[in-house]
């Protein structure tokens, strides 16, 4: 069958180009939503804004972000999986030039509201994408890996912030992410559909080719007289099944997830340099303390890489989410000086950790006919606390302080994490087809 085709080929060649063709994307996406935390200080000079205001910008995107996963997950689950993936990056360049351009404070926040449609969609269709084509022993190690490409866009957004913003401004910034990504979505036009997407839409001879192309990379013959075996039909879903049966406890798992490490992340990380200046940093050694903690999170994401596939998702989730609970305390109790760098690089190390687990586990909650949008609606779910974290989270340190804030996350990142201890199932070594048909079965 082409699901057990594509669960037993090796690692190859195909697999490292998809990774990279998908994972490029992923580093742009990351680099707009970090480079904005840089950008919140000289857009609020040129605009004159208070706190809330400025909170805005940020929940503009989370906005966009929030239509954009909730639209996309079901685009790909009837147009395709490629399709969709080609469109988002597109949007994301449109609205990134248009935020460059914008002559006004309410033109801008139309703009990060394109921006977010692309980000949004981007996100979760990417991950299915990857998800559908990686083979079963290897499946939690290459989303994990996709997911580290949001460290390499996160550094991205710090070398813009330390090296451009000073001399071409918060528009410069804003073009330096567009432009390059335009190349990205030019290459991705050479990556497939997904084999499964395609078998179940009944176009086996399609996903016969694709699966050929994947085998053929990791050497096998080029000429095969094997007649294309499709898995075999599964029974009709649709979205309103995300909440029957067995099901809903999956999706209750990921929502209260997507809510909680979206809020805190966004919370914590938009505002981070601008807390540290609070503290009485200069801007440009709070830039460079953010700029130098963001690289914890490439062993954060490689460390959880491998622990996904030799510990299993769920207890490498619950402990990556509980270090960034304990590195939250630390950090709003810490001073202005190395301690504050220390316990930044520790909330860098084990909550980008824990996003690659999220990704991973969340379209292996879903059969193929719904895991795009299954992925999608649990990602619009969370984006809405991106809406209200950053919105929140000047005003909440302006009336309580820092300290009381940063124990606000870290208690509701131990929810979090309670919540995947309690709800969530191991799936570590098990197919996409023995995961969706289990809870078809009970459902």
Known sequence: MFTARLDAVPLNRFHWKLLLGTGLGWMFDAMDV????????????????????????????????????????????????????????????????????????????????VTGLGLGGELP???????????????????????????????????????????????????????????????????????????????????????????????APLITVARPVAPPAAPKVGLRDLWRGTFARRTTMLWILWAGIVFTYYGMFTFLPSLLVARGLTVTRSNEYFFLSTFAQIPGYFSAAWLVERWGRKPTLVAYLLGTALSAFLFGNAGAGTDAFVYAAMLSFFNLGAWAVVYTVTPEMYPTAIRASGAGTAASVGRLGGIVGPFLTPVLVAAYGQAAVFGLFMVLLVITALNVFLLAEETRGRSLEELGEAKLATA
């Open 34 to 113: 970090i480079l904005i935390s840089f950008l919140l200080a000289p857009i609020s000079r040129e605009f004159t804004l208070d706190a809330p205001r400025t909170g805005l910008v940020v929940s503009a995107g989370f906005v966009g972000m929030f239509i954009g996963a909730a639209s996309s997950g079901r685009l790909a689950d009837r147009y395709g999986r490629k399709a969709v993936f080609q469109v988002t990056l597109l949007i994301f360049c449109v609205g990134s030039v248009l935020s460059a351009m914008a002559p006004t404070y309410e033109t801008l926040l139309a703009a990060r509201i």
């Open 125 to 219: 269709v990417v991950s299915t994408l990857m998800s559908e084509f990686s083979p079963r022993a290897h499946r939690g190690r290459l989303v994990s890996i996709l997911e580290s490409f949001w460290a390499y866009g996160t550094i991205a957004a710090g070398l813009i912030g330390v090296f451009v913003l000073p001399t071409w401004g918060w528009r410069g910034a804003f073009l330096v992410g567009a432009v390059p990504a335009l190349y990205v979505a030019y290459i991705r036009r050479a990556l497939p559909e997904s084999p499964r997407y395609l078998a179940s839409r009944g176009l086996l001879n399609e996903a016969d080719a694709v699966v050929r192309q994947v085998e053929r990379e990791g050497g």
